[in-house]
């Protein structure tokens, strides 16, 4: 008679499986859990410990350590000395081996999840079974998804649980255990820091330390201020991944996930003050990152108004005395070198991961789509402003000259409204002021009314299949149109 072992966290679908696998002439034998839910449901099965012969022991932490589960399921079944030995010891042979790990992810998933809790939840048996049948997969049946118990099933009632297939679920079994482990890995090697609430108050929320590399966030050195919240770590994020743009200094002012102001200059004063002057009414409360070191001078700039946080490479002794005087203003002292780490943005059930964007374009890649070609003031305009529309949410478009934003339309569901919010964000509009889309235009409304507002030249990617309604639109108010074959999406 087959033999199989069935130990299960997940017990979706189990009952059903098992008792398919009665029918079909399969002897079982369970532990714990899984094998009270067996016998809830009146399926015939056995203890381990009558294959071991062998209680269990340390709180059950020693169940299926022994060599007549693991002599049975690793049996080389083409080698008679195997086999013999098998014999020999009274082992009997195990055909399959039904697991899934004890819930470590979710149970550390808990903000208030204690170590003593997570060390618990490592699975020890379970991984060292699935490895041992997945290794021996020409003899032995490996199944770690519940998803898989019908096929299994179908192919026990028409003999084809062949190797192929077998092979398949080793591989699964593999990753499977991979990601468990590297779960250990990553909450154990991880500092986190419980954060007085989430985005809002009723929402807990932690922040965790997966680095200490000091050109991160998670690596800076907190000078001064109470905890960072959970917003100010994203907003902070999002400032700092501007401010790294720029050779020259810079000096960047973010308000939910937004930039509100980007200057640039020959000094980071004169980029700070560029910032601020860009919207000095969205900037208070707000994140401001700088590229090069405070000194006290711009510290006295800095203390005017209320910053959430403020971050540069370094701050002299005499700029700490001067902003310290505000108890609880957050000053982050962060290296300026990139961070080569992905993306990552959690979602249901998983995780999306993707390269940064760091698409690089020059003038020379790019294409003057229309009759009137841009002057030199508006080409330094749209290379500046196409460097901050990437880090606006979409549906982004920004007015900007050479060396500051103007305007900033973020995050509208269509790109006219977007225009609109930027327009009426600029303090003025004169012939070296840019419009920039991260998208192209669908349709010729956004030239449109960007020419009613006096905008004469515009820095868009282009392709979309009515790109000649813009391009037409544009040549009828003398608007220079450049298209750069790239866009910058940012949800």
């Known amino acids: 008679m087959k033999k199989a072992i069935l130990s299960v966290s997940d017990k979706t679908g189990l009952v059903d499986f098992a008792q398919q696998l009665v029918e079909q002439g399969y002897e079982l034998y369970s532990t714990g859990g899984t094998m009270k839910a067996l016998e809830t449901a009146q399926t015939p099965v056995k203890s381990v410990s009558e294959l071991t012969q062998f209680d269990e022991i340390l709180d059950g932490r020693v169940k299926t350590l022994h060599p007549a589960v693991h002599g049975g399921i690793l049996a080389d079944r083409d080698k008679a000395e195997h086999l013999d030995q098998l014999k020999a010891q009274h082992i009997d042979l195990i055909d399959m081996v039904v697991v899934n790990l004890y819930p470590f992810k979710e149970t550390v998933a808990n903000p208030n999840v204690t170590e003593e809790d997570a060390i618990e939840n490592i ?75 989430g985005e809002n108050p009723q929402q807990s929320a932690y922040f965790v330390r997966e680095s200490n590399a000091p050109h991160t966030l998670a690596g800076a050195k907190q000078l001064h201020g109470k905890q960072l919240s959970f917003n100010n770590i994203k907003d902070a994020d999002s400032a700092l991944a501007l401010v790294k743009q720029y050779d020259g200094p810079a000096a960047v002012a973010v308000k939910h996930m937004n930039p509100c102001g980007v200057g640039i200059g020959d000094t980071i004063e004169e980029a700070y003050g560029r910032a601020y002057e860009a919207d000095s009414q969205s900037i208070f409360g707000g994140i401001v990152a700088l590229n090069r070191p405070v000194d006290e001078a711009l510290a006295t700039e800095l203390h005017k108004i209320f910053l959430e946080v403020v971050i540069a490479p370094s701050f002299t002794d005499a700029a700490l005395e001067v902003l310290e005087q505000k108890k609880n203003i957050r000053l982050l002292e962060i290296k300026m070198d990139q961070d080569e780490s992905p993306d990552m943005v959690s979602v249901s059930g998983g995780y999306l991961v993707q390269e940064k964007d760091r698409k690089q374009v020059s003038r020379e890649d790019m294409t003057v789509a229309t009759e009137t070609a841009p002057t030199e003031a508006q080409w330094e305009a749209m290379l500046f402003g196409w460097s901050v529309v990437r880090a606006v949410k979409s549906n982004a478009v920004i ?92 949800h």
């Open 123 to 197: 699975d020890i048996g379970g991984p060292t079974m699935l490895r041992a049948a997945a290794k021996n997969f020409k003899h032995v049946t490996t199944v770690v998804d519940p998803a898989d118990y019908d096929e299994v099933i179908d192919r026990v009632k028409n003999d084809a649980l062949d190797e192929n297939f077998r092979k398949s679920l080793m591989v699964k079994v593999f990753g499977h255990t991979q990601d468990y482990d590297q779960a250990i890995v990553q909450f154990f090697n991880e500092s986190k820091e419980t954060l007085r609430y």
């Open 399 to 490: 007015l900007t000259n050479e060396h500051q934003t103007l305007g900033v339309g973020a995050g509208q569901s269509n790109r006219v409204g977007s225009a609109r919010i930027a327009i009426e964000r600029a303090d003025h509009i004169d012939d070296n002021v840019v419009m920039v889309s991260d998208g192209f235009f669908p349709m010729d409304d956004t030239v449109e009314l960007a020419a009613q507002h006096g905008i004469k030249a515009i820095i868009q990617p282009g392709g979309s299949k009515k790109d000649q309604d813009s391009i037409d639109m544009a040549n009828k108010h003398g608007i220079a149109m450049v298209m750069t074959g790239v866009r910058h999406f940012k």
